[in-house]
């Protein structure tokens, strides 16, 4: 297996921009998945396939992908967006592998 | 809608047993692999198991691979954990989720449920 290495927190002002960013150890690539999880509730995706967006998630929410590291940025951030955060690949076997977590915080 | 809902959870002595359960709602169950993820107190998501759509395959995480066992009724629409020997370690909120295919060997979920929490304590 592999493991995938968050930063634990990302402090930012509403308005702002905060990037999340999930780097694997090693290959092969699959796609990454991004959860938001607040407190006392289930994860919910917000990003699918690297970069694309489920519906029902703001336009605000944004992924990409470069070599080993993917990347969630969240444009213009808002006070409804301080949560956990989450990064997710799988193996050929159809485990997943979850990132470490990081916390958004919103000053 | 769709839905997931899990029961079972509850507060077990060290060594002893316990069966989760998962019923599912709202979409085709059987053409759809599932999985448990589990999150201890303050920490975050770790996998746990997952099995095909037809049961014919299932892999577990090396922390619970012999002690736990998942297993689905397709005719009930719900999915199981059974849990033995269970440790201090095992205490968490227990979701199970709905295995989305997007591609080249590629799954996530978005589906999951509200989760029971274990607790394993004497």
């Known amino acids: 297996s592999y493991e995938l290495t968050q930063p634990p927190s990302v402090s930012v002002s509403p308005g702002q921009t905060a990037r999340i960013t999930c780097s694997r150890d090693?290959?092969?690539?699959?796609?990454a998945y991004w959860y938001q999880q607040k407190p006392g509730q289930a994860p919910v995706l917000v990003i699918y396939?690297?970069?694309e967006r489920p519906s029902g998630i703001p336009e605000r929410f944004s992924g990409s992908s470069s070599g080993t590291t993917v990347t969630l940025t969240i444009s213009g951030v808002q006070a409804e967006d301080e949560a956990d955060y989450y990064c997710?690949?799988?193996?050929?076997?159809?485990?997943?592998?979850f990132g470490t977590g990081t916390k958004v915080t919103v000053l | 809608q769709v839905q997931l809902v899990e029961s079972g959870g509850g507060v077990v002595q060290p060594g002893r047993s316990l069966r989760l359960s998962c019923a599912a709602s709202?979409?085709?169950?059987?053409?759809?692999?599932m999985h448990w993820v589990r999150q201890a107190p303050g920490k975050g998501l770790e996998w746990v198991a997952v099995?095909?759509?037809?049961?014919?395959?299932?892999y577990y995480a090396d922390s619970v691979k012999g002690r736990f066992t998942i297993s689905r009724d397709n005719s009930k629409n719900t999915l199981y954990l059974q849990m033995n020997s269970l440790r201090a370690e095992d205490t968490a909120v227990y979701y199970c989720?709905?295995?989305?295919?997007?591609?080249?060997?590629?799954?996530?979920?978005?589906?999951w449920g509200q989760g029971t929490l274990v607790t394993v304590s004497s």
């Open positions: 090693a290959l092969p690539k699959q796609y």
């Open positions: 396939k690297d970069s």
């Open positions: 099995m095909s759509y037809d049961g014919n395959n299932k």
């Open positions: 709202g979409f085709t169950f059987s053409t759809y692999a």
């Open positions: 997710q690949s799988g193996d050929s076997s159809g485990a997943y592998v």
């Open positions: 989720a709905r295995g989305d295919y997007y591609g080249s060997g590629s799954y996530s979920s978005s589906i």
